[in-house]
């Protein structure tokens, strides 16, 4: 019985091989040599998942063999590695180059038709050909984002109760941890989650029962997902599989998904901006593909990529900005404040942070920063004139000062609203008319926390994003920002009236 299974199998590959081929002489993407191994996956997977197969043969992965460009200038270079493996340097990027990466490492390896493959493709993979992108993302806050949400354990008590069951038991609110399920699909689709391997699990296909590595918490792609090899981040949240697109990667979209309102809406503060109008209504024609990036010849306003990470050259070619993965390293201030904007961490992995409060967090309940793990004035001002300089190639100095100037004082005026409702919340405490056991769980806490999480972060997104005038007033903004603090206010007079009445 085995023997006829093995022969159907070989059978069936054939005649996929020869479809393969034919494929591949009909459609001609390229006259790059593909590896066998490679061949014998497209082989198969032409018929089981064709939009994979046809996604990669669009890719920059199925026309290049590494060896072809591994001596272009570096400014010109998608690859940073020095070197790339001999067996793997003269074929394209394709299945098995990836998937048969670093076996040793992956618990998630497995045989499948005679060869050791793995199903999560990680950083530490990709590192094999852009080793200082993944250098770069090692120590950013989006490789520490699973970590930041997990081990903090205010941002965990947050999620907690906001994702967590609520059941009525009398007259209060029981509150129960939230499933595995509802974390993985609200803070942690963004986050990512732990994709460990629990056992193998047999799955059946067009060719038989297949055995396979049986993965928890997977499907994820989130930024910060810890991986089976022990590797932090997934390269596929931006650089979509299995294109892996730098066109994808530098369109305002792939941001979108998970930076949004209300709390963290850049999409849509750019997308109301100047910046956003243009791009919306001239980005079909603007080259995203190109590397180096040339300001006023491919693009004509930035996207979320320009200001953050893209490597950009004057049309001439004279470097503006080099291309960084530690997508915080030109940022000098942290907008996304808990619970007030601050200068920027100096390390990614920000759960190290602790305050004079004796919390995990950046700064005091009356916005004392916890300095030593923040950068200092010297450094962001650095940041400051890197950011500055891309500015500059559209912008006079003039109207770089005036926006900046803007921004700060956006900055210094939410604060001071945030220190205002934190106030209201500790007389509020102190007086035991909500318990701060949990600060997050009563109706009174849910108002302060729109404060700073919502309205203030969305002032501050409108107003270092060019303007959104709309997310600045009415939309999340000031308005919101206004009516918020007086119900609180309302809220605390309500409480002292009835206390002293009782008393």
């Not at 990836?98 to 990680?122: G, P, Q, W, Y």
């Not at 250098?135 to 997990?150: D, E, G, R, T, V």
């Not at 949240?237 to 850049?266: L, N, W």
Request: proline share 5%; with cysteine.
């Amino acid at each position: 019985m085995n023997f006829i299974k093995i022969f159907l199998i070989l059978i069936f590959l054939f005649i996929n091989t020869i479809c393969f081929a034919s494929e591949d002489k009909n459609e001609k993407f390229s006259d790059v040599s593909i590896s066998p191994a490679t061949k014998a996956c497209i082989g198969c997977h032409i018929n089981f998942t064709p939009g994979i197969v046809k996604d990669w043969f669009e890719s920059r992965h199925s026309k290049i063999a590494p060896e072809t460009v591994i001596n272009k200038p570096d400014i010109e270079k998608r690859i940073s590695s020095p070197s790339i493996p001999a067996e793997l340097s003269s074929y394209a990027v394709g299945c098995y180059e990836c998937h048969s990466l670093n076996a040793e490492k992956h618990k998630d390896t497995f045989n499948h038709m005679s060869r050791n493959i793995h199903i999560v493709v990680t950083p530490e993979d990709c590192k094999t050909c852009h080793v200082v992108e993944v250098q770069q993302f090692s120590i950013s806050k989006k490789s520490y984002a699973h970590k930041i949400l997990m081990d903090n354990t205010v941002y965990r008590l947050l999620t907690d109760t906001v994702t967590g069951i609520k059941k009525h038991d009398l007259d209060k609110l029981i509150l129960e941890k939230p499933s595995d399920s509802t974390l993985h699909e609200t803070c942690l689709g963004c986050h990512g989650t732990v994709i460990d391997v629990v056992s193998t699990k047999n799955i059946s296909t067009k060719i038989g029962i297949m055995t396979v590595p049986d993965l928890k918490n997977w499907p994820n792609q989130g930024v910060g997902r810890i991986n089976p090899d022990g590797s932090r981040g997934s390269c596929s949240a931006c650089h979509a599989r299995h294109s892996f697109s730098i066109e994808v990667a530098r369109k305002p979209y792939t941001c979108g998904q998970c930076h949004h309102e209300p709390d963290v809406p850049a999409w849509n503060v750019y997308e109301e901006s100047k910046h956003g109008n243009i791009f919306s209504s001239l980005g079909k024609n603007w080259n995203f593909t190109n590397v180096p990036w040339k300001i006023g010849k491919d693009i004509k306003a930035p996207t979320c990529s320009t200001c953050h990470n893209s490597l950009l050259v004057s049309p001439e070619g004279e470097i503006i900005s080099e291309r960084t993965h530690d997508f915080g390293s030109r940022l000098w201030v942290r907008l996304f404040g808990l619970i007030y904007s601050h200068p920027q961490p100096k390390s990614g992995d920000t759960t190290i942070i602790k305050n004079k409060d004796g919390l995990p967090l950046p700064v005091t309940f009356s916005n004392e920063p916890a300095t030593e793990y923040l950068i200092d004035k010297d450094e962001q001002i650095k940041r400051q004139r890197v950011f500055s300089n891309i500015c500059n190639s559209c912008h006079s100095s003039q109207w770089i000062k005036g926006h900046f100037n803007k921004m700060d004082s956006t900055i210094n005026e939410t604060n001071t609203m945030s220190m205002t409702a934190t106030s209201f919340m500790l007389e509020i405490w102190k007086n035991k008319f909500a318990d701060n056991s949990n600060p997050f769980d009563e109706s009174i806490e849910q108002m302060w926390i729109k404060q700073w999480l919502f309205y203030s972060n969305s002032i501050r997104y409108s107003s270092a994003m060019t303007g959104a005038p709309d997310y600045t007033t009415f939309k999340n903004g000031w308005w919101d920002l206004t009516e918020n603090l007086q119900k609180m206010k309302d809220w605390l007079d309500l409480k002292k009236e009835i206390y002293i009445k009782k008393q």
